[in-house]
């Protein structure tokens, strides 16, 4: 086994957490449908 494998996976999800706190997740209201007929 690698033994960096651990430190890639505790890395990768690390990252995964960084890039997710840059974006503004919202819940928005729902919209009306403008393309539907």
């Known amino acids: 086994?690698?033994?960096?494998?651990?430190?890639?996976?505790?890395?990768?999800?690390?990252?995964l957490a960084m890039?997710?706190?840059k974006?503004?997740?919202r819940e928005t209201p729902p919209q009306p449908d403008e393309g539907r007929r």
């Open 1 to 15: 086994m690698c033994i960096g494998n651990n430190f890639s996976l505790m890395e990768g999800q690390l990252l």
């Open 19 to 21: 890039m997710a706190q």
């Open 23 to 25: 974006f503004d997740v």
